[in-house]
């Protein structure tokens, strides 16, 4: 019976985890073309938002074990995924771009602060024997909100216009918050800990893998407002379905045949290489290199799933192998960051050279930094974490 309730609980958490990122990510591919004409100013500063709301992230890392340990982790995890909604809401009342920065600031610093204690009260949640298993799931359904949410956004958008999207955005969010309702957490008594630590905010013995997912999750981020444009035609009835609609499906695809067929019989550094290769792939056929009379994107957007769907997972397994005992959550955490950092600054850098200008550079960009990303790993990233890891058990 124990066992049922841990998992009932855990799946409360990872639901309302879910609805966060799906929350946020709808308005992730719009919000700099939206801001820019609402607020009359060039797309090259809206873009800017998204480095901001890092900032926010990284200012209150510092805090999160003190404020983690010294407060409930159930109420800080409802009330920061509150702020973080009301943060969304302003959204329809900035007037200017200064107000837009500060309200993203804000924004940055209740989502760090929701996003680890996520992790952390999902870990509190799962049985001792089972967390291994349950960081993977976890870290799933975070990737699976964030795709969803890019393919709801960009939908409603097209359809409906962002008052709506924002609205539906909103909602999505509350319900993740009632999603906590039923959590029950056991009584932890407070621990004396620094106010500012590394713990539950930054693993330094992952920094370098960190670095190599940072600059893969830098090309779905770059790709997201090109994509914007180019929805997948997969017609149902008039409707045309969004490029990440598609990769959700990949992604999920994946995900079942490495859980169910594979069963462990592809290797970590097997996984990662061929999902980067993929990667390769796919954005070669959005450029249409590879096959030039191909003019739809759905087996560009299958691959790309399918290859986010073998690297996020592997990476998050190595995170967690290089930490020590009772680190799982910084592992999580900082496996996180890594992708919040590429995917921000892929969309910045996109909002700054001016998606509109030249699409096409945007897919040279994407196959060189995958490149270079699958170069690193072989030469840096995997050495040094064979010769650093910690655990030896597959998750």
Known sequence: MANVLWTSHFV???VANML????LYMLYPVLPVVMASRLSVPITHTGLLYLVSMLGMLFIGPFYNYLIDECKR???FRWAFVAMIATIAGYALVSSLTELLILCFFQGVAFGLTTTSGITLAIDVTHASERNSGNVIFSGATRLGMILGIALGVSLFGLYGFDLLLYISIGIGALGVLMLSGVYVLFRAPLVTKICSY???LLPRAL????NLALIAFVPGMLLPVLLHSPVRVWVGEVSVPFFAVAAVGFLLMILLLKFIFRG?????LQIVLGLILMIVAIAFMSQVILPQI???LLAAILFGLSLGMIAPQFLNMFVKLSQHCQRGTANTTHLLAWEIGITAGIATACWMDVSARPEIFYQIGVI???VALVFFVLVTYPYFKRKKVRSREL
Do not use: C, H, Y
Request: overall charge positive; aromatic content about 14%.
């Open 208 to 211: 370098l893998p960190a670095f």
């Open 199 to 201: 713990d539950r905010f």
């Open 295 to 297: 003019t739809e994107l």
């Open 74 to 76: 159930k109420n800080i």
């Open 265 to 269: 019989a592809l290797k970590m550094w």
């Open 20 to 23: 966060l990122f799906v929350s």
């Open 12 to 14: 409360r958490v990872s």
């Open 369 to 371: 930094s995958t490149a």
